[in-house]
């Protein structure tokens, strides 16, 4: 049997005349940058989102750097976040000159542990990047009431959460911003690549609207040096087809993460396999299911023989990567995100994975443990 880790195709044949209708309509428009399409998909979003103003820009990865122009972010800021992530969310910081100040996780939700943050803060802190990793929110209670008393930005990454909540809030309205990518492995995945920004601050959507055309507001007048970042209607177009299924998606996803637990639990592999637990208050949206395993590499060289994709998010913390070296950290500073990367494996759970599939990824995990 062959169980990929992420099957786009099953999600596309499902859908196939409906996007294909879209783009033709695109092409028939000629319209291709920001313009009707993509206020339509802009306006779909924020009522899906709750949030008053949504933003499409050309990725996830400038959707954090778009909130923290607006922000005012530069050189000798500082903006605290996790190792444990997407490069992205620490490079958007360093771009602009300012300073990443790197906390550790919790070992369980693989989010940033909130215990830590008002240590890390000094009079240069600007901002707190949470990181909604695999799709379950951070402790945006814990994380708001700190940032809220020492008068610093939150920024959502929310990259890999779209659709996931917690409380009667939905990932994008829970911080002062939310950023978004449409990466096609993302629970909403685009054509190639995408992203937005949520906030209901009108200062902030002003300013990262500007922003992201070269900081302009009049054609050829700019206010401020931006960059160019911009969301396609092609993109929007096939976006705004897949939002209508994005609910499903995620229920699809949310069965099969119950039916892991199910399963696993038959095979009594608790000491080996480690699920990954739900906050209470979460809605989790499951971009990955990421387990933790004992002898990881072995296993995952053995499912790919039997023909089950796996992938390890993510292999290296951010504070051992070789472009942050001058960030001081060495190994051993967050060892909790250093024992995570040298653990974690992800197995598929997209939502179109058959009952087959599934069980065979669950044996093929037991096999391997039968032999030591
Ligand atoms: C995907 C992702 C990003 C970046 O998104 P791109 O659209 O690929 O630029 C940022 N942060 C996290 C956590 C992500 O998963």
Same mark, same amino acid.
């Given at each position: 049997?062959?169980?990929?880790?992420?099957?786009?195709?099953?999600?596309?044949?499902?859908?196939?005349?409906?996007?294909?209708?879209?783009?033709?309509?695109?092409?028939?428009?000629?319209?291709?940058?920001?313009?009707?399409?993509?206020?339509?998909?802009?306006?779909?979003?924020?009522?899906?989102?709750?949030?008053?103003?949504?933003?499409?820009?050309?990725?996830?990865?400038?959707?954090?750097?778009?909130?923290? =122009?607006? #922000?005012? %972010?530069?050189?000798?800021?500082? %903006?605290? !976040?996790?190792? *444990?992530?997407?490069?992205?969310?620490?490079?958007?910081?360093?771009?602009?000159?300012?300073?990443?100040?790197?906390?550790?996780?919790?070992?369980?939700? *693989?989010?940033?542990?909130?215990?830590?943050?008002?240590?890390?803060?000094?009079?240069? !802190?600007?901002?707190?990047?949470? %990181?909604?990793?695999?799709?379950?929110?951070? +402790?945006?209670?814990?994380?708001?009431?700190?940032?809220?008393?020492?008068?610093?930005?939150?920024?959502?990454?929310?990259?890999?959460?779209?659709?996931?909540?917690?409380?009667?809030?939905?990932?994008?309205?829970?911080?002062?911003?939310?950023?978004?990518?449409?990466?096609?492995?993302?629970?909403?995945?685009? *054509?190639?690549?995408?992203?937005?920004?949520? !906030?209901? +601050?009108?200062?902030?959507?002003?300013? =990262?609207?500007?922003?992201?055309?070269?900081?302009?507001?009049?054609?050829?007048?700019?206010?401020?040096?931006?960059?160019?970042?911009?969301?396609?209607?092609?993109?929007?177009?096939?976006?705004?087809?897949?939002?209508?299924?994005?609910?499903?998606?995620?229920?699809?996803?949310?069965?099969?993460?119950?039916?892991?637990?199910?399963?696993?639990?038959?095979?009594?592999?608790?000491?080996?396999?480690?699920?990954?637990?739900? =906050?209470?208050?979460?809605?989790?949206?499951?971009?990955?299911?990421?387990?933790?395993?004992?002898?990881? +590499?072995?296993?995952?060289?053995?499912?790919?023989?039997?023909?089950?994709?796996?992938?390890?998010?993510?292999?290296?913390? #951010?504070?051992?990567?070789?472009?942050?070296?001058?960030?001081?950290?060495?190994?051993?500073?967050?060892?909790?995100?250093?024992?995570?990367?040298?653990?974690? #494996?992800?197995?598929?759970?997209?939502?179109?994975? !058959?009952?087959?599939?599934?069980?065979?990824?669950?044996? =093929?995990?037991?096999?391997?443990?039968?032999?030591?």
């Amino acid at each position: 049997m062959n169980v990929p880790l992420l099957d786009l195709q099953a999600q596309f044949r499902s859908l196939r005349e409906e996007i294909l209708a879209a783009i033709q309509t695109v092409c028939d428009e000629q319209g291709f940058v920001l313009g009707p399409r993509v206020v339509a998909f802009e306006e779909a979003i924020a009522q899906y989102i709750g949030s008053r103003y949504a933003i499409g820009c050309a990725s996830g990865s400038d959707a954090l750097l778009l909130s923290l =122009m607006a #922000m005012g %972010v530069k050189a000798g800021d500082e %903006v605290i !976040t996790i190792p *444990f992530t997407f490069f992205a969310t620490v490079s958007a910081i360093s771009r602009l000159g300012a300073k990443p100040v790197l906390v550790d996780i919790q070992p369980d939700t *693989f989010n940033i542990d909130p215990a830590l943050i008002e240590r890390a803060i000094t009079p240069r !802190t600007k901002a707190i990047i949470p %990181v909604h990793l695999f799709g379950q929110c951070a +402790d945006m209670v814990a994380i708001n009431e700190i940032a809220k008393r020492k008068s610093i930005y939150v920024i959502e990454d929310a990259c890999q959460a779209i659709g996931a909540s917690q409380g009667n809030k939905r990932a994008g309205v829970l911080g002062d911003t939310g950023c978004f990518s449409f990466f096609p492995s993302k629970n909403l995945g685009g *054509f190639g690549d995408g992203g937005l920004i949520t !906030t209901n +601050d009108k200062a902030l959507a002003d300013s =990262m609207a500007m922003l992201r055309v070269h900081g302009s507001q009049v054609r050829y007048l700019h206010e401020a040096v931006g960059i160019n970042s911009r969301l396609d209607a092609l993109q929007a177009a096939v976006l705004h087809v897949k939002l209508q299924y994005l609910d499903q998606w995620a229920e699809g996803r949310r069965r099969n993460a119950e039916r892991y637990q199910r399963l696993f639990a038959q095979t009594k592999l608790a000491d080996r396999v480690v699920l990954p637990p739900t =906050m209470r208050d979460n809605f989790h949206v499951y971009n990955q299911f990421t387990v933790r395993a004992q002898k990881r +590499d072995e296993l995952r060289t053995f499912l790919k023989e039997k023909g089950v994709g796996t992938e390890v998010y993510y292999p290296l913390p #951010m504070h051992l990567q070789n472009c942050f070296r001058d960030l001081g950290y060495q190994k051993g500073s967050f060892p909790v995100s250093e024992q995570a990367a040298e653990a974690v #494996m992800s197995i598929p759970i997209y939502a179109e994975l !058959t009952d087959a599939q599934q069980s065979y990824v669950v044996e =093929m995990i037991a096999e391997f443990y039968k032999h030591g």
